[in-house]
C-alpha cells in the first residue's frame, strides 16, 4: 500500500525546538512567558492587527469575541451558514441563539446581498437587531468582506471575523481578521500553520482584547488574593505550544506561496476534466489556498471520486455540511438559496499538505482523471 496522503497534515518549520528548549531552560512553561508575548507581537507585526491574545484554540478565541461583544442568553447572532461547527457552536455555549446566511457563488462565503435584505426588512418591520454577525472565509478565500462590513457599520452590528482557515490571505492587501471588530484564527493541527493546536484573537480596540485577556485567565481581579466578580475561563495558550508558533509564523508566506502552487497544479493538471468547478478569487483578494477544493458535477461523481481516493489510501473530504442542515441547529432560523447546499453535495477538498510532493500530486490526479 502506497504512504497515506493527508488532507492537510502538520508541517514543521525546523526551528519550533529551538523556541521550545527557550521555555524549557527558561522554566516557563505554563501560559506566560517569552513565547507567548513573541507569537501576539509577531501575529501583529504580520496582520496588521493593533492588539493580539493567543489562546488555546479558535474555538475558544470566538467564545470570548462573544462574551467581550455582550452576547448574552436569547441574543440572536447571524453567522454564515457555510462553515466549521467551531465557527458558531460558541453561541449555543452564551444559549444565544444563531441565525444562518447562505453564501454566494461569486466568493462562496456569506452573500452580502442576503444579508442586507434581512437587516433592511428588520429595520422596516421594527425586529430586533442582531447582536453579532459572525463571518467565516471559508478554506482560506476571503469573503465579500468590504461589503459585509459597510452593512454591518450601517446596521451598527458588531462583526467577528473567523479567520480560522484564512490566515495570511488579504483583499486590498489587508489581512483577514483585521477587517471586523475582532478577528480569529486557528493553528489546530490541520491548518496552514500549526501549534498543535491553538487560537488568537485579534482587535484594534484594545478595551476587547483587555476584556479577553480577563476572562481568559478565570477572571481573577486585581487582588493579592483570588477575587472574582464575574466567571471566565482557563483558556490561555501554553509557552511551549506558543513557541511552536512562532516559528511556524516564520515560514507562513512559504507554507502560501506552496498551497497557491497546489491549487494551480490541480488546476492545469484537472483543466482536461471540463466538469470540474474550481473555488474562485473574488477580485482584489488573494487567499491562502488552505485547501484546495472542487465541484463535480453531482453527489454521485463526488462520491465516487472520494471512495477512489479512499481506496488508494488518499484522504480527501466533502466540503462543510451548512449549518442550516445540521440536525443540532434544527430550530434554528436561517435564509437559503441553496448555495452551499450544493456545493456540500457536490464539492470535495483535496489534499493540499504544503510537504506533498510533485509525485504525490500527480497520484491524486490520476485518480480522478481515470474516474
Ligand atoms: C472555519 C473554522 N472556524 C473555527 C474553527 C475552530 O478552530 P479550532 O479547531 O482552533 O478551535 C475551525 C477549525 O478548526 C474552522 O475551520
Known amino acids: 500500500m502506497n504512504k497515506r496522503i493527508f488532507l492537510s497534515p502538520p508541517h514543521m518549520s525546523g526551528n519550533e525546538m529551538n523556541y521550545i528548549q527557550r521555555a524549557f531552560d527558561e ?6 512567558g517569552s513565547n507567548v508575548t513573541g507569537f501576539e507581537e509577531k501575529i501583529k507585526a504580520i496582520t496588521g492587527a493593533k492588539h493580539a491574545l493567543a489562546v488555546i484554540n479558535a474555538t475558544a478565541a470566538i467564545h470570548l469575541a462573544l462574551r467581550v461583544l455582550g452576547v448574552d442568553e436569547n441574543d440572536e447572532v447571524f453567522a454564515s451558514s457555510f462553515t466549521f461547527i467551531g465557527s458558531v457552536a460558541p453561541i449555543l455555549y452564551q444559549k444565544a441563539k444563531p441565525f444562518f446566511i447562505d453564501s454566494d457563488k461569486k466568493s462562496w462565503n456569506l452573500d452580502p446581498t442576503l444579508l442586507e435584505n434581512e437587516l433592511k426588512r428588520r429595520e422596516k418591520e421594527s425586529i430586533k437587531m442582531p447582536k453579532a454577525l459572525i463571518l467565516t472565509h471559508l478554506y482560506g478565500q476571503m469573503a465579500d468582506i468590504e461589503k459585509i ?3 454591518c457599520k450601517k446596521y451598527n452590528i458588531p462583526t467577528i471575523e473567523d479567520a480560522a482557515e484564512s490566515l495570511g490571505a488579504t483583499y486590498k492587501d489587508k489581512y483577514s481578521g483585521t477587517f471586523a471588530t475582532i478577528g480569529i484564527y486557528s493553528f489546530n493541527g490541520n491548518k496552514i500553520l500549526t501549534t498543535s493546536g491553538g487560537g488568537v484573537l485579534v482587535s484594534d480596540d484594545l478595551e476587547l482584547i483587555h476584556k479577553a485577556r480577563f476572562l481568559s485567565t478565570q477572571a481573577k481581579d486585581n487582588f493579592v488574593h483570588y477575587e472574582h466578580t464575574t466567571f471566565g475561563y482557563n483558556y490561555r495558550m ?7 508558533g512562532i516559528a511556524q509564523l516564520e515560514v507562513l508566506d512559504e507554507r502560501i506561496n506552496k498551497k497557491r502552487w497546489i491549487f494551480e497544479f490541480y488546476k492545469s493538471a484537472l483543466s482536461a476534466s471540463k466538469e470540474i468547478e474550481f473555488m474562485p478569487e473574488i477580485p482584489d483578494s488573494i487567499g491562502n489556498r488552505w485547501l484546495t477544493t472542487v465541484l463535480f458535477k453531482d453527489y454521485a ?4 471520486i472520494r471512495l477512489a481516493l479512499e481506496n488508494h489510501n488518499i484522504e480527501s473530504r466533502p466540503l462543510w455540511k451548512p449549518m442550516h442542515m445540521q440536525p443540532v441547529f434544527k430550530d434554528a432560523d436561517f435564509i437559503a438559496n441553496k448555495t452551499s447546499e450544493e456545493m456540500f453535495l457536490r464539492g470535495l477538498c483535496l489534499p493540499s499538505g504544503t510537504n506533498m510532493s510533485e509525485n504525490e500530486l500527480k497520484r491524486v490526479v490520476k485518480i480522478i482523471l481515470d474516474k
Open 27 to 32: 522554566n516557563y512553561i505554563t501560559s506566560i
Open 149 to 151: 462590513i459597510t452593512i
Open 238 to 244: 501554553s509557552n511551549i505550544l506558543a513557541g511552536i
Open 301 to 304: 461523481t463526488r462520491e465516487r
